[in-house]
């Protein structure tokens, strides 16, 4: 078994602060929408090809505001009009080819902002599932209620209390804790917060649980 020590931890935790949530989502809704394909097509291996290759796709992509300063260096415009939410509004082109890309980049600031709203609500969705952890007897509490009877017997007949925080938990336990309990409680603690958490065991004596 590999578990993160706090170090590990702490540079996931910077790398992914460095990349926008609306990124993640639409990989992770590629990732579903392959999920389903590999159920009904005969070779699998093909559709995990195309899958890599939509993602190169999508990382490679342009957003709307490179698109805007591309165009504004261009010496054959003659009018660029942007809102206060910096979106491409009014594009007004010389001639007809360059009025060709004026309804191609409509079309991408069209496909930006029903993508925005569609990530919007489903990250809005996502963040309204997880739930506040804001002591050890709300974790004990939710155990109970998650029926996960195992991670509250554990929790309340083999560790002892440290100290408790957000996202971190320092506790001592007895020579009967689980050796999965760590990768359990770690597990559960993110897919009911939507964060991870830092458990630290020690040998000191705590409060009774």
């Given at each position: 078994m590999y578990?993160?020590n706090?170090?590990?931890?702490?540079?996931?935790?910077e790398?992914s602060?460095?990349?926008?949530?609306?990124?993640l989502?639409?990989?992770?809704?590629?990732?579903?929408?392959?999920?389903d394909?590999?159920?009904?097509v005969?070779?699998?291996n093909?559709s995990?090809e195309m899958?890599?290759?939509?993602?190169?796709?999508?990382?490679e992509?342009?957003?709307?505001?490179?698109?805007?300063n591309?165009?504004?260096s261009?010496?054959?415009?003659?009018n660029?009009?942007i809102?206060?939410?910096?979106q491409l509004?009014?594009?007004q082109?010389?001639?007809?080819e360059?009025?060709?890309?004026?309804k191609s980049?409509n079309?991408?600031?069209?496909?930006t902002?029903?993508?925005?709203?569609?990530i919007?609500?489903?990250?809005?969705?996502i963040?309204?599932?997880?739930?506040n952890?804001?002591?050890?007897?709300?974790?004990i509490n939710?155990?109970s209620?998650?029926?996960e009877?195992?991670?509250?017997?554990?929790?309340e007949?083999n560790?002892?209390l440290?100290?408790f925080?957000k996202?971190?938990i320092?506790?001592?336990?007895?020579?009967?804790?689980?050796?999965?309990?760590?990768?359990?409680?770690?597990?559960?603690l993110?897919?009911w917060t939507?964060?991870r958490?830092?458990i630290?065991?020690?040998?000191l004596k705590?409060?009774?649980?």
């Amino acid at each position: 078994m590999y578990s993160l020590n706090e170090n590990e931890l702490t540079k996931i935790e910077e790398t992914s602060k460095k990349i926008k949530n609306e990124i993640l989502i639409m990989f992770w809704q590629f990732a579903i929408q392959l999920l389903d394909e590999l159920k009904i097509v005969s070779n699998q291996n093909l559709s995990v090809e195309m899958f890599l290759i939509r993602l190169i796709h999508l990382k490679e992509m342009p957003n709307l505001e490179d698109l805007v300063n591309k165009i504004s260096s261009s010496d054959n415009y003659e009018n660029i009009k942007i809102d206060n939410k910096n979106q491409l509004t009014t594009l007004q082109f010389e001639n007809d080819e360059d009025k060709n890309l004026t309804k191609s980049y409509n079309q991408i600031k069209n496909f930006t902002q029903e993508k925005k709203e569609e990530i919007s609500k489903i990250d809005q969705s996502i963040k309204s599932s997880f739930i506040n952890i804001d002591s050890f007897d709300d974790l004990i509490n939710l155990c109970s209620k998650k029926k996960e009877l195992k991670l509250k017997f554990e929790l309340e007949r083999n560790v002892s209390l440290l100290k408790f925080e957000k996202k971190r938990i320092d506790i001592s336990f007895n020579e009967k804790l689980d050796k999965n309990f760590i990768k359990h409680l770690s597990g559960k603690l993110y897919d009911w917060t939507g964060e991870r958490w830092i458990i630290s065991l020690s040998q000191l004596k705590g409060e009774p649980t």
